[in-house]
């Protein structure tokens, strides 16, 4: 496509052309792209954020914010706005069967927002998006990253702007830094040339919401059976998540929908999963659950890959999000991790941009996230038992570890409630 010049438009449509050399042009407008356009603008960096939808998603997906990630959303002044609208979980158990085998308790967590707050993915999006617009950076829907051309110590990118047609127009942008939160088909991370190394099998899930007088709605449950794991979040006034392991969609996929992939983020309609299924399931997975389904309000076969990027970033492009990583959805880790990525990449970039720290401050961005999630993924061994860590724990110390939600220091603390201890790194490497 021929690269147009940003045309002179009308007052109302001035600020939705993008800028050719804006400070700062994120890529994607989920949660994590949008948490990195705010922490931006509030250091007063001049930020552009695009993403190739022509609205927010109007979808629930990740829906379990960490205790970190309400701090963070304090620090750009949205966690009491957010709170207002949020269900509060004050423990995660664990279930085998009906056996209660294990507890995190939130609320001793030494935090300042000690709870999971659960709430809509598109609420969170929403309210991000409204802050963003307050400060003078609206997102500008149906505006794709078309290419990205990164080298000569600069990065050019193209963005193209879609109508109902298609591509309309296409912009030269050349900005300072480029935050690549284009989730897990990301541009970016294709423009860096960074592998996306599948760090275990995929899993698939039943995902689906109901209503129905389940169990107490102030505790978050986990179970295990056999080597399928699934995780049950109230959402408030009788409504739950379920998120439950299986082996394959055969069965499950409602006649309509059998020649459908998988679902993608999108205009895509929920493929309805069939009711018997579910409760068989359910049934199986939490026999404890002794609530008849209710109504199913919606149903989803997604599948989890388990990824890590590479690398996050290198000279003037950088990643975070989806983007440079996946996992399996139990412990909410990759939004909310990716939201503190978001966070941290946005603080550096202003250090740089505003204060003269030198760029190399981005490299330790890199090393410190991949670590993390090498950790998370388990690529640097299990959460280690002590002398009296309960025996059911001790055993299933591996698949607990993606489970539990939360992350650095929370993620420390909440293990050791359950006796366990992050593995000791005794080669920061790669
Ligand atoms: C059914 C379902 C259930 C889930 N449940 C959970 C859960 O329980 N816990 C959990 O942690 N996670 C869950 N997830 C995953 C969670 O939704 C993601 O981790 C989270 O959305 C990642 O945020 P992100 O901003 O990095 O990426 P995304 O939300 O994927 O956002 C990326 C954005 O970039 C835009 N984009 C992509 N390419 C371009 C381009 N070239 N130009 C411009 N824009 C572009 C996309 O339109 C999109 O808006 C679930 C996902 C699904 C589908």
New binding site residues.
Partial sequence: MKLASPQPLERADVFQIPQERPEVLV???????LMAALALAEQGVQVQI????KRP?ARS????LHPQSLRLLDEVGLADELLERAHRIERLAFYEGMERRAELDFSALPAEFPFVAVLP?QILEGTLESALKRRGVPVLWN????ELHLGGGGAAALVERHGPAGAEDGFDVRPEFLVG???????VRHALQASYVEMAPAELFA?FELIADGPPEGEARVVFSGDKTGVLWPLGGRRYRW?LQVDEWEGFEEPRFKSRLY?E?GDEPFPYLVRDKLSELTLKLAPWFEADLGEIVWS?A?RFERRLAGRFGHGKAWL????AHLTS?VG?????V?IREAYDLARRLGFILREDYPPDLLESYDATHRHEWRQLLGARGKPEPGPSTDSWVRKHAARILPCVPGSGDDLILLLRQLGLALPVDHHHSD
């Fill in positions: 890529a994607g407008a989920g949660p994590v792209g695009i993403d190739q939808e998603a997906y990740a829906l379990a993915q505006h794709r990253l078309a939160a284009d989730g897990h088909r990301s541009i995902v998120s679902p983020v989803m997604v975070a999000g989806d983007a959805p909410a880790q990759s939004m909310n990716g």
